[in-house]
């Protein structure tokens, strides 16, 4: 069981009421030192010669060279969602022991998908601060004005960060700008060898109030050489989200859209695609399953991941208006046999109904404006005329 600290450490939730919820681990990322880094974990933006690897010791080496305007971002696909009476956390273990100058800066947190909200800490030329950006418009606090602690070893918990070791960071908040209330923690070693919770700095509307309106943010890091032409890394082993607090009833709803007279041959083909609309990237979108109907023979069936998808012509789905879906619909292409599988399946000749259960498949997203393309070809020869009707589920 889970207990959610409260200002004086008794174990209440948002609402002052007794918390004994258990978490929900929304997702939980390490490195993977044979694998490398999945596209469908982590997306990553890499400026001038940075770079972003595993290395020997399990961590993500996020890197920069001997050079002004080197840059180093990453981003989880995943965005979870945080509500009202939901008490929410992001974690990162890192370690950050090269020296920052001039305009430099590491920050690590979360942000929303076009970056304008979000909060985090960061550290720079004058050490370690935490961070708020809402509306595009981001306040700093250094850690020597940190409301709590300065984690300088001179506050009141004794203890000081060491940036040469790996130390937990937390940002956790119950969430919705009606509260306005956030804590940034470490978990530092103490006399006793064990790891102890000190909440640095707590932002809340008598220090400044926090407008998020997006409910839907990933974990974000970044490491920037700005004009200060010097090589430097941080080294992340660990990052994770959960939240607790309530259930989550979230209004869905589906979309589907069909397409027919299509005669599938052995070259797989592009039948429906979906992406996310732009300004509704923030909203969780995934696949609940499709239909196929009239063809006459086997068919493969395959989920396709940004696909290379030629002619294209985007519009919205069957009978949905402009502002009633957070996706857009693609059933024009010819395309090609490209992109990355998520699902491969076999329908067999007459039609069949698939559905995508979460319980059996895990759900597979829809990714900011990346397009997930339902294709399908025949086991051999070339099938009747065929229809094909594609679903998915948005998370309002």
Not at 207 to 218: C, E, K, V
Not at 272 to 277: H, S, W
Not at 331 to 348: E, K, Q, Y
Not at 354 to 370: C, F, G, H, M
Request: with cysteine; hydrophobic share 35%; proline share 5%.
């Amino acid at each position: 069981m889970t207990f959610i600290p409260n200002v004086d450490n008794t174990q209440v939730g948002p609402s002052r009421e007794l918390l004994t919820a258990s978490t929900e681990l929304m997702y939980h990322f390490v490195p993977h030192q044979a694998d490398g880094e999945s596209v469908f974990r982590i997306l990553e933006t890499l400026t001038g010669s940075a770079t972003f690897t595993v290395n020997n010791n399990s961590e993500w080496d996020m890197a920069t060279t001997a050079l002004s305007g080197d840059a180093c971002e990453i981003k989880t696909h995943d965005n979870p969602r945080f509500y009202p009476q939901q008490w929410g956390q992001i974690g990162f273990t890192l370690r950050a022991p090269d020296a920052f100058a001039g305009d430099s800066f590491a920050e690590w947190g979360h942000l929303n998908y076009s970056q304008n909200d979000g909060v985090g800490w960061g550290v720079d030329s004058g050490g370690l601060y935490v961070w708020v950006k809402s509306a595009n418009t981001k306040t700093k606090v250094a850690n020597g004005s940190f409301s709590n602690d300065p984690l300088t070893g001179l506050g009141p918990s004794g203890l000081g960060w060491t940036n040469t070791e790996h130390t937990r960071f937390t940002i956790e908040f119950p969430s919705g700008n009606w509260q306005n209330v956030v804590e940034f923690c470490v978990y530092l070693p103490n006399g006793d060898n064990k790891l102890e919770r000190v909440v640095a700095h707590r932002w809340n509307p008598v220090t400044g109030a926090i407008d998020m309106p997006s409910t839907g943010t990933r974990a974000y890091a970044r490491i920037d050489n700005g004009t200060n032409a010097t090589a430097r890394a941080i080294y992340l082993s660990e990052l994770w989200g959960q939240r607790a607090g309530g259930r989550l009833n979230a209004y869905r709803r589906g979309i589907s859209q069909f397409r027919t007279g299509l005669t599938p041959g052995t070259t797989p083909i592009p039948t429906v695609t979906f992406r996310k609309k732009s300004g509704r990237e923030d909203i969780p979108v995934y696949v609940q399953g499709f239909e196929i109907v009239g063809n006459d023979k086997d068919l493969f069936v395959y989920l396709r991941q940004n696909a290379t998808l030629s002619p294209t012509s985007y519009g919205n789905p069957n009978s949905t208006g402009t502002n009633e879906s957070a996706v857009e619909q693609e059933i024009t292409a010819t395309g090609s046999n490209s992109g990355t599988a998520r699902f491969i399946g076999l329908v067999p000749s007459g039609g069949a109904i698939i559905s995508l259960d979460q319980q059996i498949y895990p759900r597979i997203y829809l990714y900011e404006d990346v397009p997930m393309s339902l294709y399908f070809r025949t086991v051999s020869g070339t099938s009747a005329s065929t229809g094909v009707m594609f679903r998915v589920i948005e998370e309002w």
